[in-house]
């Protein structure tokens, strides 16, 4: 069953250093998802330890919340049908190296980090992320 849900996406420091912004944007877009909101900031490394917190765990939390917060990032609201997990198709495996052809990750993901993009991983973070990064 179908249903519009909005999820949050992030286009990480790599790509907006390498001004990939305009074509992961227009990627949406030609896909039917709705840019609602976007927003291009800096945040510090309190803030993304604080985005992150599900990872805190990880091994790879600490370089994780270190290279978010490198550099300035593009956080978007996309709304459109079964949005969550249709986003995730798009950007495919979180390792670019596993990503199906053609997602953002194959095209654009330098490695497991520098992976481009990021995408909510359910209705309910996508409500947390929305709110970390829109309702103030
Ligand atoms: P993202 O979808 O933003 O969610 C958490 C991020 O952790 C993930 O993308 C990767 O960029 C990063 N990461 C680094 N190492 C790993 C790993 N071994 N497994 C999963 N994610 C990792």
Do not use: W
Request: glycine share 4%.
């Amino acid at each position: 069953m179908s249903k519009i849900e909005q999820t949050l996406s992030i286009i990480k420091p790599d790509a907006v250093e390498r001004n990939l912004v305009d074509e992961i944007k227009n990627i949406f877009i030609k896909n039917n998802l709705k840019i609602k909101e976007i927003k291009k900031i800096q945040i510090s490394k309190d803030e993304a330890s604080e985005f992150y917190k599900v990872h805190q765990s990880k091994p790879f939390y600490n370089d994780l919340c270190a290279y978010l917060s490198s550099g300035p990032i593009v956080a978007m609201v996309l709304e459109g049908e079964n949005a969550v997990l249709f986003n995730r198709k798009l950007m495919g495996a979180t390792n670019p190296k596993e990503a199906d052809e053609n997602t953002i990750r194959k095209l654009y993901g330098i490695s497991i980090d520098k992976n481009s993009v990021h995408g909510s991983d359910s209705v309910d973070n996508a409500k947390k992320e929305i709110e970390f990064f829109f309702k103030n």
